[in-house]
């Protein structure tokens, strides 16, 4: 504030020197510490500093909640089938030394469906108000961290095996947790994948990872009660959340999209 500066010049002009004099005198103030309580009327408190993934993980969420218009729609798939194909894949899996789970038949199920429904695999240019749909599928693969999530990604999806899947998953997911991951393997994502059922739930309202239009949650693979043809049978499903943007996608076509998806799992010899 120049009117807070004392002048030295002809008639108390305020010179150069002046203004260079009252900066380096303010620089040297150093501003009170400030006092961080350590307890409140109901015991200790722990104070954890928000920074690194956590501190952009963070910023990513409050971009995508403030950007999309948020919308979970739930179904479920019959997940005997996959189960039955990877047990099958499991010996060849592991001589070329790959953990196979379910999240591989996943996204290549995933791929197919979106395939027939564009939409999903698409951003929103909200400045030039287009939808852009990406002619290719690179899959993000959500995976937790210590300290957040990181979502690096299967680049161009469509064109690799259920074990080539597998591997790269298991490679990005082993680089991540030894942050050792290439700036380039969290780009270029289309559609996201977040494996909540590796720890359980049955269902979840993923937040979409912005710019993109929608995400999906799988949940548990478990035994469950169902109805069929009258009468009560135990059933191996895989229950599923898909998060997507209204903006873009309605209702209607989420739920056709996800019918195909459960298609596409349920025939896994397919895609």
């Known amino acids: ?17 002046d203004v260079r004099a009252a900066r380096d005198r303010a620089a040297r103030v150093k501003p009170a510490p400030k006092v961080k309580a350590k307890y409140d009327l109901f015991g200790t408190l722990e104070r954890i ?13 409050r971009e995508s909640v403030d950007h999309a218009a948020h919308v979970t729609h739930c179904d479920e798939a019959d997940a005997a089938a996959i189960a039955a194909r990877r047990e099958r894949m499991k010996a060849e899996a592991e001589a070329r030394g790959i953990r196979l789970t ?20 698409a951003t929103l240019d909200e400045d030039e108000g287009e939808i852009v749909v990406k002619k290719y599928y690179n899959i993000g693969i959500a995976v937790d961290v210590p300290d957040g999530l990181i979502v690096p990604v299967v680049k161009m999806a469509d064109e690799k095996s259920v074990l080539e899947i597998a591997a790269e998953i298991q490679a990005l997911a082993k680089a991540a947790r030894e942050r050792t991951l290439d700036l380039a393997d969290l780009k270029g994502g289309t559609f996201s994948v977040t494996n909540v ?5 049955e269902a979840a309202t993923p ?5 993109e239009v929608a995400i999906l949650a799988t949940m548990r693979i478990a035994e469950r009660a169902r109805v069929e043809n009258g009468a009560v049978v135990v ?36 895609p």
């Not at 504030?1 to 020197?17: I, M, Q």
């Not at 059922?197 to 739930?201: H, L, P, R």
């Not at 937040?207 to 710019?211: A, D, E, L, S, T």
């Not at 229950?239 to 799992?265: M, N, Q, Y």
């Open 197 to 201: 059922g590796v720890i359980g739930g």
């Open 207 to 211: 937040i979409i990872n912005y710019p």
């Open 235 to 270: 059933k191996t499903t895989l229950p599923l959340s898909l998060s997507f943007d209204h903006r873009v996608v309605d209702g209607a076509e989420a739920a056709r999209f996800t019918k195909d998806l459960i298609r596409f799992l349920e025939a896994p010899e397919g």
């Open 102 to 121: 379910y999240l591989p038949f996943i996204v290549k199920a995933l791929v197919e469906a979106l395939k027939l429904h564009p939409t999903l695999n």
């Open 1 to 17: 504030d120049v009117g807070a500066v004392d002048g030295t010049g002809p008639g108390g002009r305020v010179t150069e020197d």
């Open 49 to 61: 500093p928000l920074r690194g993934i956590r501190r952009t993980t963070a910023k990513k969420m």
